[in-house]
């Protein structure tokens, strides 16, 4: 395939003409896009590759009415997901997980353990930016967040005068209806060449993002529990009342992981 970057693409391929060489492109170029989502998506739209995972026990929630979810998804899966993370540029989450769960978001298996090769130290493993959002800037200095290796970053709708002495690095976001402007948050993420944005966080966020059809893959672990319809569900919708609001999915690959099932499909589209 040509290269998506407008400052380049193609080129490559004029040379090789005038130098009297037979080129022919777009061979198995459905399987050479599968092979570098994030940077093509960034080249062609202006945004990263947003992959949503979620888990879920069979009917379909994510967490107890209280709050409680460790957890849902069983040892091979929850393995599986750090591969994903160690595979994105950043990982994104919202304050209400951060302050609900406290979690470190980083990648905690080994360059040998997920195959791949180390970044610097021994056995070391690149640790892809871990983004926050939130609006009123409530995150606490003391967070998990980022202890773990890797940049993080807050965004907030807050204008902030003295942005010295946190440990984390503070970006202020253009607001919507009082909550941070998604789509602009996809631009500027695009700007610090953020590819794949691997997002974990609750149903809110992830309803918001994929009611701006931001959202181009899910990935769902669906574990062997019932947790009751008191439950929390995966998607905060409102405004999807009757059928015809619903938003279609494609199923790309259905796979078992350890006791788990593993779902990764497309949103086809956003009403």
Known sequence: MKDPNPLVAGDG?????????????????????????????????????????????????????????????????????QRMRAQSSAILTGIGTVLADDPSMNVRLSADELG??????????????????????RMPVDANI???????????????????????????????????????????????????????????LCGALLKNDLVDEIIIYMAPHIMGDGASGLFHLPGIDKMKDRISLDIKDVRSVGSDIRITAHPVSVQ
Request: charged share 25%; aromatic share 6%; net charge neutral.
């Open 116 to 137: 791949i090769p180390a970044d610097g130290g021994e056995n070391a493993v690149r640790q892809p930016k871990r983004i926050v959002l939130d609006s009123k800037f």
């Open 146 to 204: 980022y202890t773990g290796g890797g940049e993080c970053i807050v965004y907030t709708t807050v204008n902030m005068d003295n942005r010295d002495g946190y440990p984390f690095i503070i970006e202020t976001c253009a607001s919507q209806d009082g909550k941070i402007d998604l789509r602009q948050l996809m631009a500027e993420l695009a700007k610090k060449e953020i590819n794949l944005l691997h997002v974990e966080a609750g149903s809110v």
């Open 13 to 81: 391929l004029k040379k090789l003409q005038q130098a009297g060489v037979e080129v022919d492109y777009g061979l198995l170029e459905t399987q050479a896009r599968e092979l570098n989502p994030g940077f093509i998506k960034r080249m062609e739209s202006g945004r990263p590759f947003v992959r949503v995972k979620l888990a879920m026990s069979v009917d379909g929630r994510t967490a107890m009415a209280s709050g409680e979810s460790k957890w849902i998804s069983c040892s091979a899966s929850r393995n599986d997901v």
